[in-house]
Nanobody, 125 residues
Framework: QVQLVESGGGSVQAGGSLRLSCVAS??????MAWFRQALGKEREFVAG????????AYADSVKGRFTISTDNTKSTVYLQMNNLKSEDTATYYC????????????????????WGQGTQVTVAS
């Protein structure tokens, strides 16, 4: 049974920073990612990490501001969010999958099998 547990959300002023964490347990995952969902909008990809060769990918809207990283065991994934904007306000979800020989960072929610409960990020302008 894979479990993903997020932490680190909160409220900040625009321009501030937050760091989200997601701890995975149950099995090693081939890829992990962060998605977000704002009120009334679809869930969207934010950043992803593929364990093989440590490949990362980012949505255009967060490039240069957000950084995804993992610990040495690759069981914890972080999302460092800097220069936050009001449009970053959303519930952020950690996602994971296991595919042998996983070939790329996946960008669609339906490509992930495991999900955390979500953590709220609110950015006040």
């Amino acid at each position: 049974q894979v479990q993903l547990v997020e932490s680190g959300g909160g409220s900040v002023q625009a321009g501030g920073s937050l760091r989200l964490s997601c701890v995975a347990s149950g099995r090693a995952l081939s890829a992990m990612a962060w998605f977000r969902q704002a009120l009334g909008k679809e869930r969207e990809f934010v950043a992803g990490f593929r364990s093989l060769r440590s490949v990362t990918a980012y949505a255009d809207s967060v490039k240069g501001r957000f950084t995804i990283s993992t610990d040495n065991t690759k069981s914890t994934v972080y999302l460092q969010m800097n220069n936050l904007k009001s449009e970053d306000t959303a519930t952020y979800y950690c996602a994971g999958r296991y595919i042998q020989h996983d070939s790329a960072v996946r960008l669609r929610p339906d490509e992930y099998d495991y999900w955390g409960q979500g953590t709220q990020v609110t950015v006040a302008s």
